[in-house]
Every structure is written in C-alpha cells, then in structure tokens.
C-alpha cells in the first residue's frame, strides 16, 4: 500500500541553525499538508500546498517557514532561523482531493537545543 | 471560535467492551475525520464522514450534522486499540482543526 515518508526520523538542531523537513507524497497525490504536535499538545496545522502554491496557511506558519517542491515527488518545510519552542514532531500528510482522507507520515521529531 | 471537544480524555477498558469516543464542534463543517495515533507518535487515519456513518472491521464513526456530534465507537475492543484517537474537522478551508485526543487503554 502506497504511504508518505518522512526523513529524516529525528533531527537535532543548535538554535539559530536551518533545517529541513523532508517529505515524499503518495504519487499521485495533490494536496499537500504540515502539521506539527508540540510534545503533550494537540496536532496544530501549519500549511496546506496545492497546484505549486501555498493555499492555506496558519498564524504559526510565519516568515521563518518556507515549504517547496522541489522536484515533482519531494515536499519540504524549511525552518530558516530554529528557535527552542519549534521543538515538536512535525507531520506531512497528502491527500487526492481535498474533500478525502489525508494520509499521514510517520513524522520527523525536531529537537532545538 | 472554532473548537473542537473530545470526551473523555482519558478511558480505560477491559479486553471485549465496547467503546465509545465523542467529539463535539462549535460551527458547520464540511468533513470530519477520526484519526488513531500509537505510542511511537505515527497518526493513522481511520474515518473521514460527512454525513451518516461508516464501519471498518470493528470500527464505527457516526456523525450527527444538526447535533454537531461525531462519536467512534470500538467494538470487542482489544489491547492492541490502545492508543490515542483524535477527532479532527475541516471547515470550508484547507485547515484541519483537531481535538486534544482521548488516550484508550485496553487491558487483557
């Protein structure tokens, strides 16, 4: 059964460093989702992507993020300048249509020391 | 505001009983999903439903629009269901609301 991946399972970060979450999709999937659960607290959206662009996103989802996909079957969120509370595990989803399930990735746990 | 509510946070349960889990929102939505996530942290989606209801082996999500109302239900539940089932909804947007999760144990 097709799924989505994330890579990688754990990131450990210096404050102040980049990162960059990747993901691939199911194949032939459209819409494209992030997600993070910060340790103890309820999954949060963060951003949909849809046809190459930014459809939705949320008041977390400030200047120091940035998704991309860069080649057709990646999907990444980039976090330009970490800071201590972007600590969370940080989950992709795709779904074929919007108004259908979304399958999840495994997550990546982000850890900014 | 747009909330979502679960109840209970947390249940326990002996090997066989049934299991209800409900979910409450405040506005209209256009799809609700039920989503199981495991220790390890991987969410899984189990349901999505707009209207009526759906089953999938031992599994049953029923929705009630007018009520604003969504409940799961588990039946012969079993060790393995141990984990945290979380009622998210998607208003007119691309923005999946989600509960804080009600954490299942289910003991042999």
């Known amino acids: 059964e097709p799924e989505v991946t994330q890579t990688p399972s754990h990131q450990v970060t210096q404050m102040g460093q980049e990162v960059i979450l990747r993901c691939v999709p199911i194949?032939?999937?459209?819409?494209f989702y992030w997600y993070r659960q910060i340790l103890g607290q309820k999954v949060e959206f963060l951003v949909s992507f849809y046809n190459n662009e930014i459809s939705e996103k949320s008041e977390i989802f400030d200047d120091q993020f940035s998704v991309e996909r860069p080649d057709g079957s990646n999907f990444t969120l980039k976090i330009r300048s970490t800071k201590l509370e972007d600590s969370a595990m940080y989950f992709c989803?795709?779904?074929?249509?919007?108004?259908?399930?979304?399958?999840f990735g495994p997550g990546t746990r982000l850890t900014v020391l | 505001k747009n909330e979502v509510e679960q109840s209970p946070q947390n249940l326990t349960a002996q090997e066989g009983e049934f299991i209800t889990i409900n979910c409450s929102y405040s506005?209209?939505?256009?799809?609700l999903h039920w989503l199981q996530q495991h220790p390890g942290g991987g969410i899984v989606s189990l349901f999505m439903l707009s209207s009526g209801k759906k089953k999938h082996g031992r599994l049953i999500a029923t929705i009630n629009i007018q009520e604003k109302h969504s409940s799961l239900h588990i039946t012969a539940s079993h060790p393995r269901d141990s984990a945290v089932y979380i009622c998210?909804?998607?208003?007119?947007?691309?923005?999946?609301?989600f509960g804080t999760g009600t954490r299942l144990q289910v003991f042999p």
């Open positions: 989803a795709s779904s074929d249509k919007r108004e259908l399930s979304q399958y």
């Open positions: 506005v209209g939505i256009s799809a």
């Open positions: 998210a909804v998607l208003y007119n947007t691309d923005k999946l609301i």
């Open positions: 194949s032939n999937h459209l819409y």
